[in-house]
């Protein structure tokens, strides 16, 4: 990360942490009050934009929570609620997979 974008980072900590509403403004002034130079302004837009309306802190605390791995656990724990529905739809979904033509039944392979 720049200079720039470290400034912008910790500004808007400092705002969140505050209570504070993210603003342009407000980056930039944080950012003159801490004398760090060279910080232009596309930066503190940049960062005001991308968190607008967003809640800092709960980003933070989310941090490593991934939205796309939530969802498999459910669907296993779903699964073993059925009972004895579980292996049937595993076996569905073998028998699919097995109808996909592959290469060789096209007539050429790799190396033809």
């Known amino acids: 990360m720049s200079q720039a974008e470290l400034a912008a980072s910790y500004a808007a900590l400092i705002l969140a942490d505050d209570g504070v509403d993210v603003t342009a403004d407000k980056l930039q002034t944080i950012i003159k009050a801490a004398k760090v130079?060279?910080?232009?302004?596309?930066?503190?837009?940049?960062?005001?934009?991308?968190?607008?309306?967003?809640?800092?802190?709960?980003?933070?605390?989310?941090?490593?929570?991934?939205?796309?791995?939530?969802?498999?656990?459910?669907?296993?724990?779903?699964?073993?609620?059925?009972?004895?529905?579980?292996?049937?739809?595993?076996?569905?979904?073998?028998?699919?997979e097995e109808k996909e033509e592959s290469d060789e039944d096209m007539g050429f392979g790799l190396f033809d």
């Open 37 to 96: 130079e060279d910080v232009e302004p596309i930066w503190t837009t940049l960062f005001a934009k991308a968190l607008e309306g967003k809640d800092i802190k709960d980003l933070l605390l989310n941090v490593g929570s991934g939205g796309g791995a939530a969802a498999a656990p459910g669907g296993a724990a779903a699964g073993g609620a059925a009972g004895g529905d579980a292996p049937a739809e595993e076996k569905k979904e073998e028998k699919e």
